[in-house]
T-cell receptor, first 116, second 113 residues
Framework: GAVVSQHPSWVICKSGTSVKIECRSL??????MFWYRQFPKQSLMLMAT?????????EQGVEKDKFLINHASLTLSTLTVTSAHPEDSSFYIC????????????FGSGTQLSVL | GENVEQHPSTLSVQEGDSAVIKCTYS??????FPWYKQELGKRPQLIID?????GEKKDQRIAVTLNKTAKHFSLHITETQPEDSAVYFC????????????FGKGTTLSVSS
């Protein structure tokens, strides 16, 4: 199989605080992971590409200092939303590709972030 | 930049009818085109995919066709069932496979019995 675990599944935080979201590939190694953001009833918007052992590549318009990505191992990438504000409230979902498999993406279960 | 257009945004069919969802892409270097099904509150699940060297692929009631010249691809679901009701997303690889996927805006399919 190809299981991607994402935690937490939901989080409520106060404005100005930071939130860390973890994405783990449980049964495979993932050199590359991707972070997407999804607003209600909308599409998945690519935020950044996370590469193990190197800096993430951010999409245009995504603030790298606000959305910190760390991919320290072949099975774990983290997204930290720093100084969160209500407009950061969204569904964040990670995906991973098996090392050596250039195609199929497997998605985590997503994290619903609500910033009060 | 690259863009993926998806139509229609909503689609309602009767059980047993066929459903067709169409997508177009802008990046001529794209060569991998997956389709995902997302049920409410759940993660997207890959249902079928196609590479640019193939024109059509079928898996039971689901088929995908690709016209690389016209840069469009379509999802065909035959003999629809209520459990097919979900949001369907098409995607195209940014450039060659191995890079990020760019998603269409999604189609909400409702199958009534």
């Amino acid at each position: 199989g190809a299981v991607v675990s994402q935690h937490p599944s939901w989080v409520i935080c106060k404005s100005g605080t930071s939130v860390k979201i973890e994405c783990r590939s449980l049964d495979f190694q993932a050199t590359t992971m991707f972070w997407y953001r999804q607003f209600p009833k909308q599409s998945l918007m690519l935020m950044a590409t996370s590469n193990e052992g190197s800096k993430a590549t951010y999409e245009q318009g995504v603030e790298k200092d606000k959305f910190l990505i760390n991919h320290a191992s072949l099975t774990l990438s983290t997204l930290t939303v720093t100084s969160a504000h209500p407009e950061d409230s969204s569904f964040y979902i990670c995906s991973a590709r098996k090392t050596g498999n250039l195609e199929k993406l497997f998605f985590g279960s997503g994290t619903q972030l609500s910033v009060l | 930049g690259e863009n993926v257009e998806q139509h229609p945004s909503t689609l309602s069919v009767q059980e047993g009818d066929s459903a067709v969802i169409k997508c177009t892409y802008s990046d001529s270097a794209s060569n991998y085109f997956p389709w995902y099904k997302q049920e409410l509150g759940k993660r997207p699940q890959l249902i079928i995919d196609i590479r640019s060297n193939v024109g059509e692929k079928k898996d039971q009631r689901i088929a995908v066709t690709l016209n690389k010249t016209a840069k469009h691809f379509s999802l065909h679901i035959t003999e629809t069932q209520p459990e097919d009701s979900a949001v369907y997303f098409c995607a195209a690889s940014r450039g060659q496979a191995g890079t990020a996927l760019i998603f269409g805006k999604g189609t909400t399919l409702s199958v009534s019995s």
